[in-house]
Each structure stands twice: as C-alpha cells, then as structure tokens.
C-alpha cells in the first residue's frame, strides 16, 4: 500500500491482524516508501464477507446497498470485482445510463471502496470487522 492511497480511519492488514491506518501509519509507509523498506501493510481484498461487513446484502456473485435513499450501489464479485454506482434504482434492471453511473469502475481492495465511499458521500463507510 501506498501513503497517497490510504486516509486515516481506512483498514488493512499486518500480521494476519486488521487494523486501522492513524497518522502514524501513513508517515511509517511514507518513511519505508523513501528507503524502499518494506513496513508490512497489506491491502484487505474484497470478498463476499468484507462487504457483507460493510453492510451490503450479497445475493450470488452480487453485492449491493442503497446509500442515503439515493446513491445506488451494485458490485460484481467474480475473477475482478467491479462496482456499478447510479442514482436511479431502475438502471440496475433497464440497462445503464452514461451520465448518471459510474460503470464497471475496478475496485479491488477495502481502503479503495472506503475512499470511494467517503468521496461520494463525506461520510465514513462503516466496516464491522
């Protein structure tokens, strides 16, 4: 994991335990980047469970959740998982509108869906892990 990639309050993984990036975290990976040290962060995957986690019903190899009453949220779990974002409910069963999704956008690790969250809503995706 990079320091330009991870904000405070995101998760990953050390040790085989979870944990959440602080400050300190993000100036120890600023620190290792600049003597090409290694520091042990890894990037938690998306899977059924972290996103069951996250709060979203899994049905299949689809996840999805309804942000706020209005932002919609479809994600394909298969080989790449890839998230579907639009307001409107019925593009997720008429076909998707350019203007209004955000289509196929690749998303692999859980710090990427939290920033991705934070930036849409300016709120905290919360993880119960």
């Not at 040790?15 to 975290?25: H, I, L, P, S, W």
């Not at 593009?91 to 509108?97: I, K, N, R, S």
């Not at 692999?108 to 993880?127: D, P, S």
Request: glycine share 4%; proline share 3%; hydrophobic share 35%.
């Amino acid at each position: 994991m990079k320091s330009n990639e991870i904000r405070i309050g995101n998760y990953y993984l050390q040790d085989g335990e979870y944990r959440k990036v602080d400050a300190n975290t993000i100036l120890d990976t600023m620190q290792h980047e600049t003597t090409n040290k290694c520091n042990k962060i890894t990037p938690i995957p998306i899977t059924k469970e972290i996103l069951e986690k996250c709060g979203f019903e899994i049905n299949n190899n689809q996840a999805k959740t309804i942000i706020d009453d209005w932002l919609y949220v479809m994600i394909d779990i298969d080989k790449e998982v890839k998230i579907t974002i639009s307001t409107n409910i019925n593009d997720f069963t008429e076909g998707l509108h350019p203007v209004i999704s955000i289509l196929h956008l690749p998303i692999a690790f859980l710090h990427e869906l939290q920033n991705l969250y934070f930036t849409l809503t300016g709120k905290e995706l919360e993880v119960k892990l």
